[in-house]
């Protein structure tokens, strides 16, 4: 089959495009910009292009895969329909490569991709030999955010934007949190928790949810469901390299997978201790010459940034934290206002150097990036500066804000990681 993957770049896509070429399908794909990801997969042999205008799609293919991100209207999207193409997005092609087989999925507001890589550790260290697809890049993949097994289970990080995850047919679930996210297509929290709920019960009546048991509007979902609950929370925390009390957590949902899937509990802790953490998930970049510890962090939900800092807090008790937040969208950062101010209190200074449009056309408002500086400060009870952009605070960082043995939290969804990198050269 041929195939062309829009928007191939993505996390979720270029998984969906390596597992397909590694099966022997002959792909393509184009994207807006060069990337590691887009370099990972012309290594690949996948023919990436950086132009979609519509010109990109050769006259044969079979198959048009599109990520979340191309919008209806988009050149290629409009080419392939007009040519008859049969087109696909991400989600719905993963559920049919995925379909009929033993699949194990991951979902919740947080803690999705690393209780999907620490399960796909697991798995491998017990010899299952899975197919994963994770939505960040794995040491113990090479760096790659997808492996080619050869048996039938899969574990797969399923993602709730969009009801995507509504095209996976899971044997197993686990369940990590559904507080609330992407209210630009959930009305309410009541809408987005529905999502998960009929995610549920996409399950077959002997499927299972491993979830936390004690927390209630959890056990609600699953009980509207009318699903079987595995209560992880019965499971011992475990210490690992990567610190944090929700980390723990995530690490109890993969015991108790273990254990019903009969791995000795003696393999599935001694694999827990040694998972260090993935990319973006309080990664380790290293250290400046002055002592200041880089840390680069995904959290751009008021939940995992209180999270992140807590355990930044408690590994670093004696040392300044500076965090750079950079908001993902206007419209979450507007909608959860109150709770983003509430959320920085365990850093010692806080700078908002810009808000990433992710989703440009979709945003009703424009967040005032003073304002949400002045609420976080009163809210907070930190220190908070408006950064003005990415390079000013860069520059500000080198010359006047970071001091001797600090610990940096690059933090957010967006290209503020390109600062993380930034300040180590």
């Known amino acids: 089959m041929k195939i062309y993957c829009s928007g191939i770049g993505g996390i979720g896509l270029s998984a969906y495009a390596s597992h397909m070429r590694a099966a022997g399908h002959a792909v393509w794909g184009s994207d807006r910009a060069q990337s590691p990801t887009t370099r990972a997969l012309e290594e690949q042999g996948i023919h990436v292009m950086f132009n979609q205008d519509g010109s990109g799609p050769p006259e044969d293919i079979d198959l048009f895969v599109y990520s979340e991100a191309i ?45 999907t890589a620490m399960a796909a550790k697991v798995l491998m260290d017990a010899g299952k030999d899975p197919n994963v697809v994770v939505g960040t890049k794995m040491r113990e993949l ?23 995850f509504h095209h996976l047919s899971p044997r197993i679930i686990l369940l990590t949190n559904a507080d609330g996210d992407h209210f630009d297509v959930f009305r309410s929290v009541a809408e987005y928790t529905q999502a998960f709920v009929e995610f549920l019960r996409k399950l077959p009546p002997s499927g299972v949810v491993i979830t936390h ?29 990567t610190p944090g009390l929700h980390m723990q957590q995530n690490a109890q ?78 419209d979450r950062t507007l909608k959860l206002w109150k709770e983003f101010s509430l959320s920085f209190s365990d850093a010692d200074l806080v700078i908002i150097p810009n808000v990433y ?9 424009k967040v005032s990036v003073p304002s949400l500086v002045q609420a976080i400060a009163e809210g907070s009870a ?44």
């Open 71 to 115: 919008p209806p209207d988009a050149p290629e999207r409009r080419e392939a329909e007009k040519r008859g193409i049969r087109m696909l997005s991400y989600f719905r092609a993963l559920g049919e490569l995925t379909a009929g087989t033993n699949l194990i999925a991951v979902c919740g507001t947080h803690g999705k991709s690393s209780t």
């Open 142 to 164: 090479g760096g790659r955010n997808w492996r080619r097994g050869k048996t039938d289970l899969w574990v797969v990080e399923a993602c709730e934007y969009r009801r995507s």
């Open 357 to 365: 449009d992710a989703r440009p056309d979709r945003d009703s408002a």
């Open 253 to 330: 949902l993969v015991l108790a997978l273990g254990e019903m899937l009969g791995i000795p509990h003696t393999v599935i802790r001694a694999s827990l201790r040694n998972y260090s953490g993935v990319w973006r998930r309080m990664e380790m970049k290293g250290t400046l010459s002055s002592g200041v510890t880089v840390v680069d962090d995904y959290a751009h939900h008021p939940v995992e940034i209180r999270a992140t800092l807590k355990a930044m807090r408690d590994a670093y008790p004696d040392r300044r934290i500076v965090c750079v937040f950079q908001p993902h969208t206007h």
């Open 382 to 425: 930190v220190r908070c500066l408006d950064g003005i952009s990415l390079p000013a605070t860069e520059t500000r960082l080198r010359k006047e804000l970071l001091k001797n043995g600090d610990v940096l939290v690059v933090m957010g969804a967006g290209n503020v990681t390109d600062l993380a990198t930034n300040m180590l050269q």
């Open 213 to 241: 048991g004690q927390v209630p509007e959890l056990r609600t979902l699953v009980t509207q469901a009318g699903r079987k609950l595995v209560d992880a929370d019965t499971q011992p925390l475990t210490e690992l390299s």
